[in-house]
């Protein structure tokens, strides 16, 4: 709870230095409020419309509405819960109309490989917390944030991936192509 709220504060910052604007529909309000993410939000939770085009503020904002859902292993809905995987293709799938393959490993080998410094909204930032490569992913939103479901107990989070346990495992970036369809890993 703490870590969404903190989440929600830096976005206000972002709000504040004019990164962000026009208002949010009330819907994502609403979710948070329903989800007791937020007690209370002075004024509307603003629109992320950073310079990356309509599809990326979109799917910002609806991965942002699902701050809270629990985490389930192999889990691939809002209902039931999501893995960071699932997550993922649950994401992009409603967002834009992609389909991503299901794990984590075949994500990445899916999808084109970015510098570090070339990251934006939408694109994929992976992990190894398995000690492996590739096993764990979220979805950068901006200003060093991403949103990924985490571990069992836990639920859909933002987190600083310059926070010490992140860079340490830091395993890449990713962007997906925007055709829409079914994407497969490449061999």
């Known amino acids: 709870m703490r870590i969404i709220l903190c989440a929600l504060l830096s976005l206000s910052t972002w709000w504040s230095m004019g990164a962000l604007a026009a208002p949010v529909d009330d819907d994502l309000e609403r979710q948070l409020k329903d989800k007791g993410l937020v007690a209370h939000i002075s004024g509307q939770i ?7 085009g309509g599809k990326a ?3 910002v904002m609806q991965a942002m509405g699902l701050l809270g859902v629990p985490y389930r292993r192999g889990g691939v809905s809002e209902e039931k819960g999501f893995d960071c995987s699932g997550f993922v293709r649950h994401l ?22 970015i510098a570090k410094n070339e990251l934006m909204p939408g694109d994929l930032v992976f992990f190894n917390t398995m000690r492996r490569a590739f096993s764990h992913v979220g ?4 200003d060093g944030k991403f949103i990924h479901a985490p571990k069992p107990g836990d639920a859909v989070r933002m987190d600083d991936m310059r926070a010490a346990y992140w860079q340490k495992r830091f395993n890449g970036a990713r962007r997906v192509p925007t055709q829409v369809g079914k994407i497969t890993p490449v061999d």
């Open 139 to 142: 979805v950068y939103v901006g």
């Open 57 to 59: 503020s979109e799917m």
């Open 92 to 113: 992009f799938e409603k967002s834009v109309g992609l389909i991503l393959p299901r794990r984590a490993e075949e994500q990445a080998k899916a999808t084109q490989e």
């Open 46 to 52: 603003q629109q992320v419309r950073l310079n990356v």
